[in-house]
């Protein structure tokens, strides 16, 4: 087995879960430290906890904001992350050994690439979209694609036995034979999450700050 | 004055320095800006907004300035936001260091400061981008946190600074009024009520330990006197212990333009307030029909001021008048005003206040035809006043504010088929003035306390 086969099969992981949960771990803290700002909020918001879930999870599970006031990249926007939740969930249903896993996975594959992709096209084609992105953000949405694509194509996704590896890296005891055509999968699943902390796609942790402590704030 | 970024310039040579070398010293201001001991005030929602724009361009739907200029790219909200985070990228984040390219990081030049020093203050900081943005990232915030920067180093519009804040501080109110001006002022308003309405009205002034200081903004007196009479005539109707004040008891003007531009002048222009409502020793401070005055007294001092150093009330005259009228207090017949009367939240009230019940209770109320323009409340379009736009006329830039803001607000009024726009704040006041005469719109405009002066029963 070459020196990166293995790196990428049982070092990488570690690596990529270590510098996501730090990385993710240090930002949340670091604005956890953050003065209490002056009162900055916009009304009305939501007031009691119950409320406050409910608006969270429209926004999270409809996009709500985009379909009310930027319709165009919504029905991507949506598919792009309705297939990250599913592969989330894929990975999650594979830990838990639930068959159900490979049509979360397949599913969850075709839903990020359609969307990233479509997106990559919008902001390419559009020009509105055109003139405020930078080559980073193109970056990250043809990462997302080439990741989705690499599970379906490698089938990964679809492969219920996968679940003997991630067992095998949760007991610490990485199995090392996985089919050739899953290695290209993993290596940018993993540089992914190794990646995630240090781009905007943390936005999913930075919203309860703008949401919670500036946006619907806390009046007294 | 030279072009440095469209056809206007809010920004005198003498305040901008155009030709000046100015990019060292606004990056050691933005360094500190971006230290929590040295900016705590809004350092999280300016960092995180600085940090995490996904660029899905949805601020751009809803901006008042891009929509209305023909979505022209130098207005586009997060193209605004950009001049300072490709600075902020550039000089103080990593990424920005290793692939500038990547990210989009870019130097500063002597020109782009020029430019964002201009182009900061074509945003009235309405907010309303920062409402619908699925990530709630706010381009208001770095609009003015990139005015703190420049006020720093001492870029400010003269309107708001020199002729703003410091002349406040200095005579008591930016209209520079003296105590025996607004004395004689006062007496006119007496008499302009007994000759106008047929009754008198005492007005008083300077009365300590009263129920409620009524503070307006000190340029009512000037440009919107309807607005001060009618709350007058409605304090005296609801028979309360009220006053207002003179600058002979420190600040009598509620305005603070530091809220647009300086948290350093803010909380001078606040604190001034506060000793003045305490020197007084009066229960209830009553801000007058002033947006960013109530935003600036009753939400931003309380992070600011401890409580115990503020031994008072803060209300808005619209809350009261509400409150009178919803108890009986003061009673008004609808039919005193029968002409289609329409309402615009101004953003610091609604948006940035809450207020969106009262002022339409009142109308409701007061008029017999109240119609709504749509879109309204938290989507309210703001009017372009804001920001202390109102009062800044001079390198073209009323025709900005006409042709961008303006045009969409008087589009919504014909809309309505409205006579008369109620507004509650005086930069609305302003902008409405002239948003009138600029469309010629056959309408005119109404402080809410004029229209309920005119609805009362005595």
Same mark, same amino acid.
Request: proline share 5%; net charge neutral; with cysteine.
């Given at each position: 087995m070459a020196l990166?086969?293995?790196?990428?099969?049982?070092?990488?992981?570690?690596?990529?879960?270590?510098?996501?949960?730090?990385?993710?771990?240090?930002?949340?803290?670091?604005?956890?430290?953050?003065?209490?700002?002056?009162?900055?909020?916009?009304?009305?918001?939501?007031?009691?906890?119950?409320?406050?879930?409910?608006?969270?999870?429209?926004?999270?599970?409809?996009?709500?904001?985009?379909?009310?006031?930027?319709?165009?990249?919504?029905?991507?926007?949506?598919?792009?992350?309705?297939?990250?939740?599913?592969?989330?969930?894929?990975?999650l249903f594979l830990v838990v050994g639930l068959p159900l896993a490979v049509y979360l996975g397949v599913t969850g594959g075709c839903l990020v690439a359609a969307g990233s992709l479509l997106l990559f096209l919008s902001r390419l084609i559009n020009p509105e979209l055109r003139r405020i992105s930078e080559p980073v953000e193109y970056l990250n949405l043809a990462f997302l694609f080439l990741l989705a694509v690499a599970g379906l194509i490698g089938g990964v996704f679809r492969d219920f036995s996968f679940r003997t590896y991630i067992i095998s890296l949760l007991t610490l005891k990485p199995h090392l034979s996985l089919p050739d055509n899953y290695l290209f999968f993993l290596l940018l699943f993993w540089l992914f999450m190794l990646y995630i902390p240090f781009t905007r796609m943390a936005h999913f942790a930075v919203k309860y700050f703008t949401y919670h402590k500036v946006k619907w704030g806390e009046m007294e | 004055m030279r072009k440095v970024f469209d056809d206007y310039r809010v920004l005198s040579d003498e305040s901008l320095k155009p030709d000046e070398p100015r990019v060292e010293k606004f990056l050691q201001a933005m360094k500190k800006s971006l230290q929590k001991k040295d900016n705590w005030t809004f350092w999280l929602p300016y960092t995180l907004s600085l940090d995490t724009c996904m660029k899905c361009g949805t601020c751009a739907e809803v901006c008042p300035v891009y929509l209305a200029s023909g979505k022209k790219d130098i207005y586009h909200p997060v193209y605004r936001s950009d001049m300072l985070r490709k600075v902020y990228k550039r000089y103080f984040t990593l990424p920005g260091r290793l692939f500038p390219a990547l990210v989009g990081a870019e130097d500063l030049t002597e020109e782009k400061l020029n430019a964002m020093a201009e182009n900061i203050y074509r945003c009235t900081i309405c907010r309303r981008c920062a409402y619908v943005c699925p990530v709630a990232i706010d381009n208001g915030v770095i609009a003015r946190e990139a005015r703190k920067i420049f006020d720093a180093i001492d870029i400010a519009p003269d309107e708001l600074k020199k002729n703003g804040t410091q002349k406040q501080i200095k005579f008591g109110n930016a209209t520079g009024t003296p105590a025996n001006a607004f004395l004689d002022m006062i007496e006119f308003l007496e008499e302009e009520i007994e000759d106008t309405k047929g009754y008198k009205v005492k007005i008083p002034v300077d009365k300590e330990g009263a129920e409620y200081l009524l503070m307006h903004n000190a340029g009512d007196y000037l440009a919107f006197a309807e607005t001060v009479m009618g709350a007058?005539?409605?304090?005296? @109707? !609801?028979?309360?212990?009220? =006053?207002?004040?003179?600058?002979?008891?420190?600040?009598?003007?509620?305005?603070?333009?530091?809220?647009?531009?300086?948290?350093?002048?803010? =909380?001078?222009? +606040?604190? !001034?307030?506060?000793? =003045?409502?305490?020197?007084?020793?009066?229960? =209830?401070?009553?801000?007058?029909?002033?947006?960013?005055?109530?935003?600036?007294?009753?939400?931003?001092?309380?992070?600011?001021?401890? &409580?115990?150093?503020? &031994?008072?009330?803060?209300?808005?005259?619209?809350?009261?008048?509400?409150?009178?009228?919803?108890?009986?207090?003061?009673?008004?017949?609808?039919?005193?005003? &029968?002409?289609?009367?329409?309402?615009?939240?101004?953003?610091?009230?609604?948006?940035?206040?809450?207020?969106?019940?009262? &002022?339409?209770?009142?109308?409701?109320?007061?008029?017999?035809?109240?119609?709504? +323009?749509?879109?309204?409340?938290?989507?309210?379009?703001?009017?372009?006043?804001?920001?202390?736009? @109102?009062?800044?006329?001079?390198?073209?830039?009323?025709?900005?504010?006409?042709?961008?803001?303006?045009?969409?607000?008087?589009?919504?009024l014909k809309a309505s088929g409205a006579s008369i726009i109620a507004l509650a704040c005086s930069n609305c006041k302003g902008q409405f003035r002239e948003i009138i005469n600029y469309y010629r719109l056959p309408v005119r405009f109404a402080g809410i306390s004029e229209l309920i002066a005119n609805a009362l029963v005595r």
């Open positions: 990166w086969e293995l790196f990428t099969i049982a070092i990488l992981p570690y690596l990529a879960i270590a510098v996501l949960v730090l990385g993710l771990g240090y930002k949340i803290i670091y604005w956890l430290k953050a003065p209490v700002n002056l009162h900055w909020e916009l009304f009305p918001y939501p007031r009691t906890s119950g409320e406050q879930a409910g608006e969270l999870l429209t926004e999270v599970f409809t996009l709500r904001s985009l379909y009310m006031h930027n319709r165009r990249i919504w029905l991507p926007s949506l598919v792009m992350h309705y297939g990250i939740y599913l592969v989330v969930f894929w990975l | 007058a005539e409605v304090m005296d @109707a !609801a028979g309360v212990d009220w =006053t207002l004040n003179s600058p002979a008891t420190g600040v009598n003007d509620a305005v603070n333009y530091g809220v647009f531009y300086s948290d350093v002048e803010f =909380t001078n222009v +606040l604190k !001034a307030h506060v000793e =003045t409502a305490k020197k007084m020793g009066i229960k =209830t401070l009553v801000v007058g029909e002033c947006g960013h005055a109530y935003e600036a007294l009753k939400y931003l001092m309380l992070r600011l001021i401890p &409580p115990a150093e503020r &031994p008072f009330e803060v209300k808005s005259i619209l809350e009261l008048e509400d409150e009178w009228i919803r108890e009986g207090r003061i009673k008004v017949n609808p039919e005193k005003n &029968p002409e289609p009367v329409t309402y615009h939240d101004s953003c610091k009230l609604g948006r940035l206040g809450g207020m969106y019940e009262e &002022p339409r209770r009142i109308l409701k109320a007061c008029c017999q035809d109240f119609r709504e +323009l749509t879109p309204n409340r938290e989507m309210s379009i703001c009017c372009g006043g804001g920001s202390g736009f @109102a009062i800044m006329e001079k390198g073209d830039f009323r025709k900005f504010r006409m042709e961008t803001y303006g045009k969409l607000k008087a589009e919504q």
